[in-house]
Antibody, heavy 118, light 108 residues
Framework: EVQLVESGGGLVKPGGSLRLSCAAS????????MNWVRQAPGKGLEWVSS????????YYADSVKGRFTISRDNAKNSLYLQMNSLRAEDTAVYYC???????????WGQGTLVTVSS | DIQMTQSPSTLSASVGDRVTITCRAS??????LAWYQQKPGKAPKLLIY???SLESGVPSRFSGSGSGTEFTLTISSLQPDDFATYYC??????????FGQGTKVEIK
C-alpha cells in the first residue's frame, strides 16, 4: 500500500525557517517524481514544487522561488522541503504527492500544517 | 502561465442528480487534465487523469471529457459520499502545474 507521511509542520515567526519531510513507503520511491502542494486555510490547492526521480529536474512556483528548496534522499525514501524567509501568506497545509513524471498526482499524504505568525 | 477556471464555484444538488462541473483552460492543454475530489480535513483524491481516464478504484458514475481548453467532470447519479469539493488540474505546461479554484458540491 502506498503511503506518504508528512512531518515537520508547526508555528514559526515571519522570516523564520522550517523543514518539512515526507516519508514514502509501499512503492519504489526512486522511480517517481515527487511534489509539494499547499492549501491555505479555506482556500484552494496551489502547486509549490516538483522534483524528478533522480533530482535532475526541479521546479518551483514563482511564489516560493528563491525561498524554498525541494530535495529528496532515495536511499531513505524521503522527500524534503526547506522553507526559508517564511511569510504569513505561506500559512497552509502542505501535502506531498507522487507523480509518474510531469503528470497527475496519484497519491497524496495527509498533510502537515505550517503557520507563520508572530 | 496557464489559468484554470472552474464553474460553478458552488453547486447544490440532490442524491440521484446528474452533476456536471466545467473546467476551462486559458490555452490549449491537449488532454493533460486531472480531476480530484477533496473532503474537509482530508487530502485530495485522484478521480480522472488525461481528461477521461478513470483512476483505479473510482466508481464508474464519475466520468471526464473534453480536450483543448474545455473539460467536464460528470457524476451520473450523485451519491451521499460525493458531497465534496472538486478540483481540476492541468499538467500540459512543463514546469508548472495549475489547479482550478474548486467547485463545492453541496446538499440541496
Amino acid at each position: 500500500e502506498v503511503q506518504l507521511v508528512e512531518s515537520g509542520g508547526g508555528l514559526v515567526k515571519p522570516g523564520g525557517s522550517l523543514r518539512l519531510s515526507c516519508a514514502a513507503s509501499g512503492f519504489t520511491f526512486s522511480s517517481y517524481s515527487m511534489n509539494w502542494v499547499r492549501q491555505a486555510p479555506g482556500k484552494g490547492l496551489e502547486w509549490v514544487s516538483s522534483i524528478s526521480s533522480s533530482s535532475s529536474y526541479i521546479y518551483y512556483a514563482d511564489s516560493v522561488k528563491g525561498r524554498f528548496t525541494i530535495s529528496r534522499d532515495n536511499a531513505k525514501n524521503s522527500l524534503y522541503l526547506q522553507m526559508n524567509s517564511l511569510r504569513a501568506e505561506d500559512t497552509a497545509v502542505y501535502y506531498c504527492a507522487r507523480s509518474a513524471g510531469a503528470s497527475h498526482f496519484d497519491y497524496w499524504g495527509q498533510g502537515t500544517l505550517v503557520t507563520v505568525s508572530s | 502561465d496557464i489559468q484554470m477556471t472552474q464553474s460553478p464555484s458552488t453547486l447544490s444538488a440532490s442524491v440521484g442528480d446528474r452533476v456536471t462541473i466545467t473546467c476551462r483552460a486559458s490555452q490549449s492543454i491537449s488532454s493533460w487534465l486531472a480531476w480530484y475530489q477533496q473532503k474537509p480535513g482530508k487530502a485530495p483524491k485522484l478521480l480522472i487523469y488525461k481528461a477521461s481516464s478513470l483512476e483505479s478504484g473510482v466508481p464508474s458514475r464519475f466520468s471526464g471529457s473534453g480536450s483543448g481548453t474545455e473539460f467536464t467532470l460528470t457524476i451520473s447519479s450523485l451519491q451521499p459520499d460525493d458531497f465534496a469539493t472538486y478540483y481540476c488540474q492541468q499538467y500540459n505546461s512543463y514546469f508548472t502545474w495549475t489547479f482550478g479554484q474548486g467547485t463545492k458540491v453541496e446538499i440541496k
